[in-house]
């Protein structure tokens, strides 16, 4: 049976299509529990994103790279991208990086009523690693409660980056966990899961026995719906809070403030390094690009594109330049940064005797014109923008670009051997890791579809992982972007050519603090309700 709230909701969706189809933004709003506009105080709000989770188990990803909500975690990222512990009380790591050790708190239960243990713990990252899912824990042995309030993690080799995962991985119950916990979880985290109508609306509520700060936002619901849905929800008031688009956050909307959070969820062109000599993938896809895999012609990209004008002209102002896969985190390196210098970018070219010999405004070499194929994917407004502004402005340099938006099926075989206009940003430096070591080209994989491989690099990248310290690995994870010679930035080998940050943007109702937002990586709504036990109403 539907409950009340859910009813409300539905009413709510069934009210923006009819806002949507009809063109009036204007229509009298339906109302929403705990959310009319009046005098009273409000503890409810209703948020409207874009991305559905497919699951709400740890286990199997849910809360990969960002914070669970229904769960609590060992540790947990503070501001700076340091970390806090949160069920730890203590925690040490062995002098060969191998064992790491936590004693946790004795006073969490579930919402079940059920102890939080030590064997929760234990059980939660064995399940995680038998599941293979997203959270990558292949350097994990094992990990075993040695005591009601004591965990030992015995790694196969030292990873420097287990702290970002322990930071977000939730714990499950061992006496409560099965095959529908992804769809109806308990947890211990600062809300409580309610219900969930696949495709439509999730709902949580404040755990009024949070070991930690009770959230002030008592209920909470999540609704799908893309951009175009969300900004008519808000215009007739339907929500507290919509995801929208560049394109649209130039509109004001009455009792709305707009809310632009800087991120690193950013979007750039991978491009083959190595030339196309018919070899293939192990999958049988063709690799290699007999354009791309000159750098002269990479470079020349990179300096010659302006990141700058692509996010006023494209995105409304609402991009920042990017110059690497991590920028703004402890472990970037700032001399990866770049200035755009056109008449460079043609030096570049013609100093490796690239000319215009047809007068076509494209530059050829020996025959071989200048011209490569971006692809992205269809329906992705943000990237066709981007790789559309970006090969104006490659053309300015005599350098062809055509854009091609395609599915991602297509993508995944033809990202070998075409550019992609492809998106990153994790607030783990593994992704690093993945993206550039030579252990991950050529896979059928997001990861590496460039082919890139360089010994001096990978040499950083593994000392980065088999860090004992936290100052150690990110000095190697900066020496491995550049370290005065080579690198992976744009001005070293540049397997990608950085263009821009996504802003994220959300249409806030007049009234609703969403605290303040650590740097967003990739998404924009996951990301967004990290910290969502810290919103208040003022």
Same mark, same amino acid.
């Given at each position: ?18 806002? %949507? ?13 705990? #959310? *009319? ?189 893309? *951009? ?96 690497? *896969? ?93 550019? %992609? ?26 990861? #590496?579809? *460039? ?22 690995? #990110? ?55 990290? #910290? ?7």
């Amino acid at each position: 049976m539907k409950t009340r709230r859910t009813i409300l909701v539905s009413l709510l969706v069934a009210a923006m299509l009819i806002t %949507v189809f009809t063109g009036c933004g204007e229509n009298k709003p339906v109302a929403t529990q705990g #959310n *009319e506009n009046t005098d009273t105080a409000k503890d409810s709000a209703v948020i409207a994103i874009s991305s559905e989770p497919s699951s709400l188990d740890p286990c199997k990803g849910w809360g990969h790279g960002t914070t669970p909500l229904v769960q609590s975690t060992l540790v947990e990222y503070n501001q700076d991208m340091s970390f806090e512990k949160d069920l730890a009380t203590e925690y040490s790591v062995s002098d060969d990086g191998l064992v790491w050790t936590f004693k946790i708190r004795s006073d969490v239960k579930f919402t079940d009523g059920e102890t939080l243990t030590a064997s929760d713990v234990a059980f939660t990252f064995n399940t995680a690693k038998k599941s293979q899912s997203s959270l990558d824990l292949t350097f994990m042995d094992k990990a075993e409660a040695t005591s009601d309030d004591e965990v030992v993690f015995t790694l196969n080799r030292p990873t420097s980056t287990f702290l970002n995962t322990i930071a977000s991985t939730g714990i499950v119950p061992e006496h409560a966990y099965g095959e529908d916990y992804g769809t109806n979880p308990i947890g211990s985290g600062p809300f409580v899961f309610v219900q969930w109508n696949k495709g439509e609306q999730l709902m949580l509520k404040a755990n009024e026995d949070y070991y930690g700060k009770v959230p002030q936002i008592k209920d909470v619901t999540l609704v799908f719906m893309q *951009e175009d849905a969300a900004f008519a929800a808000a215009k007739s008031g339907q929500v507290d809070v919509a995801l929208t688009s560049a394109t649209l956050a130039t509109a004001e909307i009455d009792g709305y403030y707009l809310k632009a959070v800087t991120s690193l969820d950013n979007r750039g062109m991978t491009l083959p390094v190595g030339p196309n000599e018919g070899k293939k993938t192990e999958s049988g896809y063709i690799y290699g690009n007999n354009v791309t895999c000159n750098l002269e012609i990479r470079q020349a990209l990179a300096y010659g594109i302006d990141r700058e004008r692509i996010a006023e002209e494209a995105l409304n102002g609402f991009a920042d330049p990017a110059y690497s *896969e991590n920028d703004g985190m402890p472990w970037n390196n700032p001399d990866v940064k770049i200035d755009t210098d056109v008449e460079y970018a043609k030096k570049l070219l013609a100093d490796k005797g690239w000319k215009d010999s047809d007068g076509d405004g494209i530059v050829e070499k020996d025959g071989l014109k200048a011209e490569f194929t971006c692809i992205y994917p269809s329906g992705d407004s943000f990237r066709q923008a981007v790789a559309m502004a970006a090969a104006a402005q490659a053309k300015e340099i005599g350098i062809g670009i055509k854009v091609e938006g395609t599915s991602w099926d297509d993508i995944s075989k033809r990202m070998f051997s075409d550019a %992609v206009l492809m998106g990153w940003g994790s607030s783990n430096p593994y992704t690093s890791y993945c993206l550039y070591h030579s252990d991950n080209m050529l896979k059928d994989d997001y990861y #590496n579809p *460039e082919g890139y491989a360089n010994t001096v690099v990978d040499g950083y990248l593994d000392a980065a992982m088999k860090a004992l310290t936290t100052d150690e690995a #990110n000095e190697n994870w900066k020496k491995a972007q550049w370290d005065g010679t080579t690198g992976t930035a744009m001005k070293g080998d540049c397997p990608w050519v950085w263009l821009v940050n996504m802003q994220h943007l959300y249409y806030i109702r007049d009234g609703l603090d969403i605290g303040e937002q650590m740097l967003h990586a990739h998404g924009e709504s996951m990301p967004l309700i990290q #910290n969502l036990k810290d919103w208040t109403w003022k």
